[in-house]
């Protein structure tokens, strides 16, 4: 059974479905698409999962000849998605479904990513422990998150914003993703620094 979190969550990304492309715009010009398609570079099959695919922002990417599973919490987001699939060439099956709590079978998939995903997820260990449950042993996980920045001031001032966002946004400007991938059994393989300790590019093998 979901959480209230998670229904919380559900009921939000539902509401903004139709607007969050056009919110998202100008950061997905100026920075998003370039990340994207560097983590695009990374991704290896035959079969490969995106955790959280949202309105399908990475469809245009996506790889031919690969497998491809979307999944998301949001109905209303994979409508979106689905719209953008059927315009592409790349085919993907997409279903609703919740990160903490997978309907897919174990060691299944050769890749499995996300992109600014886990700020959203009420319990974001255990969503990663789901990701490794269904990566394949040798398999390899890619996360593009915004973190908690390590310096002293710049981390407080986001712990003193993180109930504002949560509460406006239902998205934590403060979570520890590296700590949590370690938590979750994840063995951290590649880090690289996109946006001032902010945005980070995580490679990391189950």
Partial sequence: MASNSTNETRRRYNSIAR?????EAPLEKRKFAAWRQMLHREVVGPKVLEAGVGT???????????SY????????????????????KNPVRLAEMDIQNLALPDNYFDTVFATFVFCSVPDPVAGLKELKRVCKPGGQLLLLEHVRPKGNLQ?????????????????NIN????????????????????????????????
């Fill in 19 to 23: 607007l969050f492309d056009f919110f």
């Fill in 56 to 66: 399908g922002k990475n469809l245009p990417y996506y790889h031919r000849g690969l």
């Fill in 155 to 171: 981390g407080r001032i986001f712990d003193l914003l993180n109930p504002l966002s949560v509460y406006f946004l239902k998205e």
């Fill in 175 to 206: 979570r520890r993703t590296l700590e949590n991938l370690r938590k979750a059994g994840w063995s951290i393989e590649r880090i690289t620094d996109l946006s001032s300790e902010v945005v980070y590019f995580f490679q990391a093998r189950p």
């Fill in 69 to 88: 599973t979307g999944i998301d919490l949001s109905p209303a987001m994979l409508a979106r998605a689905r719209e953008r699939a059927n315009r592409g």
